[in-house]
């Protein structure tokens, strides 16, 4: 790296074409030589499948050339703006997931590496190496022959929210929960997996608000404070995130599917009720407040609607406390697992037995059907939503489509 | 790789030569220079105010020393928090313990933890203006920098600079920085060991400085975080002389009550590495 002696070569010697080629030359050749100590070639590792796909870039499951029963997943690290260096949002993924050591949290295994050559234009790139996990929730939700019953969703849930707790102990808030970045494994234990989001979080320093942006979590999850436009949130932005996802449990998709920050305010006070200043004391203060349209005169009623797919009391109790429009109102991931619906027969139990029947993988990414989906069931107006399709749900246990 | 190190010096050597020249006149000159800054130590223990220190010209020195008191001013004229510098200091100190000292130029490797330091640390430097402090930093006189090859050629070595210390560091940019402990030590110790005359904040001080000086020191990462934190209160007592009725060192030393590992050879090892620190200071 003849380069790094940029800052010490004196200004404005202009040195001779030919001595600069040669140097080029000398430089490239070095670099794809240089063996970097700690990091290791990517090649040790053999791609099998792509199994995720997003603005974060490609997610590869892999297995080790010397070792084929060891199967990891591979995330390539986008380097989208070169010229800053190493992407910060990188840095805070794998700071984050260095200190998160839990048995609900996915677990990076090391970080490797392509050889630099001339065609990455010297360039290498990097991959997040996790432990491998066999499926994500939303492959899982979206194959109908995967029956959870009401202890197996507790059990979920409860790991769930266990993660959510040590995350948040850690003083670090995911602002991306969806259920593809929940993930299984075939024994049955709940992993969060993608921090590309994530950031640590404090309390107000010196008396000045936080100014996180609020450009995060996926549209359908995002609590209602991020779409007026908060920006000195909290861990109650995950714990939305976590009703959603409890109550797809049941629903079997994703209950609030707006396609606009506007349409989603309004799925959201169709189910929770109006946003007003009584319900939510603070909420006048937030930015968008006045200028986003709030629907008006709408009651609650989680439960009511909820109910039908539910149909435990505790369940929907639950639910109700999670998706609370006053973020200081939410429970937080404490209170939510001290709740009776974790402390009730049936009581959470084992998610191995259900799994083993499982022999393929089940990932968002795999399951084109759930995605068409989305879709379709996205593009429908808001209009249309309510009730119609609870009135049928009560008999069978499974739904396509909700609300 | 090590035929192709000399290979690269060659190469700059014959560009380096004014720059050479600039050396030797500095080492004529150093004689005297031992003499100027004892007195001056002297006098900033007992005025107030501490008279200016001399500008330091970096290019005539080339020690780990001088590199992270480089990062400790570009840092101060960035305008980061001294946590951030100090994160840059340690991730030095921790590159230079894998690699060659020869190998790459101290002040690139300096200013691109500076940079990787700011941005794990939420207070990203722009580029551009860590490239400018850092060049006038080292050429002090030198007219501002164009926006020519030179600075798109600073802006891809700290790149890759920066690039190369990730994959030292294995990626782990985390440290258990002293200042936490020694924060809530001082909360702890300040009853014990008030002075009406506001002796204790002096004492207090001088102790957060020789934390920060202890950064100099590759040895600051031999120790760990508290063990760091109770030296320099310690040394900072042992200087000043503080008296305080309530500790009998005899029955129990006072930070035996904040930390259960600490024995009294390891703590002497800590304050005689942070003392060592200002030798270095020296030897270059």
């Keep these: ?403 | 790789m090590g035929k192709k190190a000399q290979k690269m010096k060659s190469v700059t050597k014959s560009k380096t030569k004014a720059h050479k020249q600039k050396v030797k006149s500095h080492k004529k000159n150093k004689i005297s220079k031992p003499k100027y800054r004892t007195k001056q130590r002297s006098e900033s223990q007992d005025k107030y105010k501490k008279p200016e220190a001399p500008l330091t010209d970096y290019l005539a020195h080339k020690s780990n020393y001088i590199a992270v008191r480089f990062i400790f001013e570009c840092g101060i004229k960035l305008g980061l928090k001294h946590i951030t510098i100090c994160s840059a200091a340690v991730y030095f100190h921790k590159f230079y313990k894998h690699v060659d000292a020869n190998t790459y130029d101290n002040y690139s490797i300096a200013s691109a933890t500076l940079y990787l330091a700011s941005k794990v640390h939420d207070e990203t430097a722009r580029l551009r203006d860590l490239i400018n402090v850092c060049y006038h930093t080292l050429h002090r006189d030198a007219a501002p920098l164009r926006l020519a090859e030179d600075y798109w050629n600073f802006r891809d070595s700290i790149v890759h600079a920066e690039m190369l210390i990730m994959r030292i560091l294995q990626f782990d940019t985390t440290f258990d920085h002293p200042h936490n402990y020694f924060l809530h030590y001082i909360q702890t110790l300040r009853p014990v060991f008030y002075s009406k005359h506001g002796k204790d904040i002096i004492v207090f001080k001088k102790a957060y400085d020789f934390l920060h000086d202890f950064y100099h020191s590759s040895d600051i990462l031999q120790y760990k975080a508290q063990h760091i934190a109770i030296a320099c209160i310690e040394l900072a007592i042992k200087v000043y002389g503080i008296p305080s009725q309530i500790i009998d060192y005899e029955i129990q030393p006072w930070y035996q009550a904040l930390v259960e590992d600490l024995d009294k050879d390891t703590l002497w090892k800590a304050m005689a590495a942070i003392m060592d620190t200002y030798d270095l200071e020296l030897t270059d």
């Design chain 1, 1 to 403: 790296m003849t380069n790094l002696n940029g800052v010490l070569t004196p200004p404005s010697t202009p040195s001779p074409n030919l001595l600069q080629m040669n140097m080029a030359r000398e430089r490239e050749k070095y670099l794809e030589e240089y063996n970097f100590p700690f990091c290791e070639a990517a090649t040790k590792f053999e791609k099998l499948a792509k199994i995720g796909q997003g603005t974060f870039g490609e997610v590869f499951k892999a297995r080790d050339k010397k070792n084929h029963k060891f199967t990891v997943a591979m995330k390539k690290i986008l380097m989208e703006n070169e010229k800053e260096g190493f992407p910060i949002t990188a840095l805070r993924e794998i700071r984050i997931l260095q200190l998160l050591k839990h048995d609900n949290v996915v677990s990076l295994l090391e970080i490797c590496q392509t050889r630099a050559t001339q065609f990455n234009r010297y360039r290498s790139t990097f991959y997040l190496v996790f432990e491998f996990c066999e499926h994500d929730l939303a492959g899982l939700l979206s194959n109908t022959k995967v029956k959870f019953s009401l202890g197996e969703i507790k059990q979920v849930i409860q790991q769930m929210l266990n993660g959510l707790y040590y995350i948040h102990s850690n003083k670090i808030l995911h602002r991306d929960m969806k259920a593809a970045n929940v993930l299984i494994t075939k024994t049955g234990t709940l992993k969060l997996a993608d921090f590309g989001l994530a950031r640590a979080f404090s309390a107000q320093k010196n008396g000045q608000p936080n100014r996180y942006t609020n450009r995060v979590v996926t549209l359908w999850y995002r609590p209602p404070e991020l779409l007026l436009g908060d920006r000195n949130y909290g861990p109650p932005v995950d714990l939305w995130g976590a009703g959603c996802i409890m109550a797809e449990m049941w629903t079997r998709s994703p209950i609030m599917q707006g396609n606009s920050e506007q349409q989603q305010l309004t799925l959201i006070s169709q189910l929770c009720g109006s946003i007003t200043p009584e319900v939510w004391p603070k909420v006048e203060s937030l930015d968008l407040y006045n200028q986003l349209e709030l629907v008006k005169g709408q009651k609650r009623k989680v439960k009511e609607r909820l109910k039908p797919y539910v149909r435990d009391p505790m369940g929907c109790d639950l639910l109700d406390k999670l998706l609370v429009l006053d973020p200081a109102k939410r429970f937080d991931a404490d209170s939510a697992l001290n709740h009776d619906f974790f402390w009730t027969d049936p009581m959470p139990c084992d998610l191995s037995k259900m799994l083993s029947q499982q022999t393929q993988s089940n990932f968002e990414y795999l399951a084109p059907r759930r995605l068409n989906n989305h879709q379709s069931s996205a593009m429908r107006p808001a209009s249309t939503v309510p009730s119609q399709g609870t009135s049928t749900s009560t008999t069978s246990g499974f739904h396509e489509r909700v609300f």
